[in-house]
């Protein structure tokens, strides 16, 4: 069975302090590694796609890593704009969520 | 509009009613998906269309009932919920199949409280 686990499940950060989210996974035959990011009330925004190991994507403060067991998302110098709750998906047969990272970034 | 749209964004229903939720996407995508964001647990994937054919049903219990009339459209039937069936229910659409390595993009959601 596909398994995603997420830590931590929640961190407060000072404006500017960078920090990382994990990401592990045990699934059979990946084909994608997905993060998104969730506002309170709304649906998962997407943020990136990551196919194999050794792939890093960036966006803004973002960037997303990948190894063969666990994903990393670096936040660098943290705004309060990107507190929220960022998922982790892994696609195999279907797709399998973590239970979220909620970050707080305080000014 | 593009995007995924989902009316109503909130919706309060007594355990005898029957409502339904819509979904709509603009983004010319094959596949539609429901799923249910509960507190403290992960997105559960209930229904899967494809091509508008249904491909996954993840056990659902029949009280939630799909309909997808065409590959825009997608609607989740509702009627006697239970007070347990409250949360946030998601669409999705991806434009491969499920099973592909294809993100998903997701609507608002509907907030739904069963009383």
């Known amino acids: 069975e596909d398994q995603v686990t997420q830590s931590p499940e929640a961190l407060r950060l000072q404006e500017g302090e960078s920090s990382s989210l994990n990401c592990s996974y045990t699934?059979?035959?990946?084909?994608?590694l997905f993060w998104y990011r969730q506002d309170p009330g709304k649906g998962p925004e997407f943020l990136f796609t990551?196919?194999?190991a050794g792939e890093e994507k960036e966006k803004e403060r973002l960037k997303a890593t990948l190894t063969k067991k666990e994903s990393f998302l670096h936040i660098t110098a943290p705004k309060p704009e990107d507190s929220a709750t960022y998922l982790c998906a892994v696609q195999a047969g279907q797709l399998t969520f973590g239970k979220g990272t909620k970050l707080s970034v305080i000014p | 509009e593009t995007g995924v749209t989902q009316t109503p964004r909130h919706l309060v229903m007594g355990m005898t009613n029957k409502k339904s939720l819509k979904c709509e996407q603009h983004?010319?995508?094959?596949?539609m998906y429901w799923y249910k964001q509960s507190a403290k647990k992960p997105l559960e994937l209930m229904f899967v269309?494809?091509?508008?054919?249904?491909?996954e049903n993840n056990s659902v219990p029949s009280r939630f009932s799909p309909e997808c009339p065409n590959s825009s459209h997608l609607f989740l039937h509702l009627h006697t919920l239970q007070p347990e069936d409250s949360a946030l229910y998601l669409c999705a659409s991806s434009q491969d199949p499920p099973g592909t390595d294809t993100e998903a993009f997701f609507g608002q959601g509907t907030r739904l409280t069963v009383v």
């Open positions: 983004l010319g995508h094959n596949a």
């Open positions: 990551l196919y194999s």
């Open positions: 699934v059979s035959g990946l084909r994608g």
């Open positions: 269309y494809s091509l508008e054919e249904r491909v």
